[in-house]
């Protein structure tokens, strides 16, 4: 880059500068602009950048801040949302992929948005569309594009319908048959790693399994879920070090456990964590379960707890209690994280990581084929 500043240093200055900032450095000359759009940049800006959690919160998007020395959140930062705040409902979910939200719409829709450039993209709906209807967005490396997937459930079949945002529609009649269509899932929204999306399905209480779809070949996979314990009754999937894991929580035995997936497919448990380890022993006459799990970037674990009272003396926003925590892994510590008085009536709805705009232009504007 220069016989004074090598380009491996000044990658590392740039990418630790704002989006705002980086926008004003690549009008500084043609080399800097060059160094900012290439994609190895853009991924090393990606692993560097913090994670923030998204918050629904009465009919609002906010930006939550979680890490560091203070706690305390006073001022979560509120998102202007491109669109009338009335079309989002409790049904709405929300994705996550490369700094881009997939938000579902209260007639059926979607909106891709950029929460930083306010850039967005109405999803037409595919066809037959319910508030069940299990949802990924995620970015294939080999055609180099954005994808969203739904399941289509008919009489007697199911079928992924696929969305590209090379073409700007999705694939027409070229959907994609689900093996099975009495799958049931855990939870709408699939988990991104790599190429692929994977959701925890179930045909009955013993066939429990992850399903793995691939953005590129469009082909499905069945995983192994780590041993099933009986107790178990909530399971979240996540990425941790660039590994799926698998975070569970044993009711009768009020705990956490986190497992990895190796290379070899098994499963390595790495985090086992009790209920007392979180809640005061003043506090445990509300019963807590777990509704939030998520790792931040620095591979600490996030957890609330929402916890009910049976003290009928009291008012019923009294008897219901939440609690945030932060579980720093790397010195088995673990912290609570307040947010003033506005925990009551909120909802968590996935984490975010601010990315560079110019990646993904063509999210909302298809690209011209030469």
């Known amino acids: 880059m220069s016989e004074f500043l090598p380009e491996v240093l000044a990658v590392e200055i740039l990418a630790r500068l704002s989006i705002k900032d980086l926008a004003r450095c690549r009008c500084v000359c043609k080399t800097w602009r060059s160094l900012i759009n290439h994609r190895g940049f853009a991924e090393r800006y990606l692993d560097i950048s913090p994670v923030r959690f998204v918050l629904f919160y009465d009919k609002g998007f906010y930006l939550l801040y979680v890490g560091g020395k203070n706690l305390v959140i006073q001022n979560p930062q509120k998102l202007e949302f491109p669109l009338d705040e009335s079309m989002i409902d409790e049904s709405t979910c929300v994705l996550h992929c490369h700094g881009t939200l997939c938000v579902t719409l209260e007639n059926h829709t979607l909106i891709v948005w950029n929460p930083y450039s306010n850039q967005f993209k109405i999803v037409p709906n595919p066809g037959i569309y319910r508030d069940s209807n299990i949802l990924g967005f995620g970015y294939d490396p080999v055609s180099n594009d954005y994808k969203l997937v739904t399941f289509i459930d008919q009489i007697g079949s199911s079928t992924a319908q696929i969305f590209e945002f090379r073409t700007g529609s999705w694939r027409g009649r070229e959907s994609v048959p689900i093996p099975y269509p009495d799958w049931h899932y855990r939870e709408r929204i699939g988990t991104f790693l790599d190429q692929y999306l994977y959701w925890i399905a179930y045909r009955s209480n013993v066939d429990r399994f992850i399903l793995c779809f691939n953005l590129s070949t469009y082909e499905y996979r069945k995983l192994a879920l780590p041993v099933y314990k009986e107790g178990v009754t909530c399971s979240w999937l996540g990425v941790t070090k660039k590994n ?127």
């Open 244 to 370: 799926l894991c698998v975070i569970e929580y044993v009711t009768c035995e009020k705990e956490i456990r986190v497992s990895v997936m190796e290379k070899t497919g098994s499963w390595n448990k790495i985090i086992s964590l009790s209920m007392l380890d979180f809640i005061d022993v003043q506090d445990r006459k509300c019963d807590y379960q777990v509704e939030f799990v998520s790792f931040t970037k620095k591979n600490d674990l996030f957890v609330t707890f929402t916890g009910y009272s049976d003290d009928y003396e009291t008012g019923a926003e009294d008897r219901e209690k939440k609690k945030m925590f932060l579980y720093k892994t790397g010195d088995n510590t673990t912290e609570q994280v307040r947010l003033c008085n506005s925990l009551p009536g909120f909802r968590f709805l996935g984490e975010y990581v601010e990315t560079l705009v110019l990646l993904i232009v063509y999210l909302f504007e298809p690209r011209k084929e030469h």
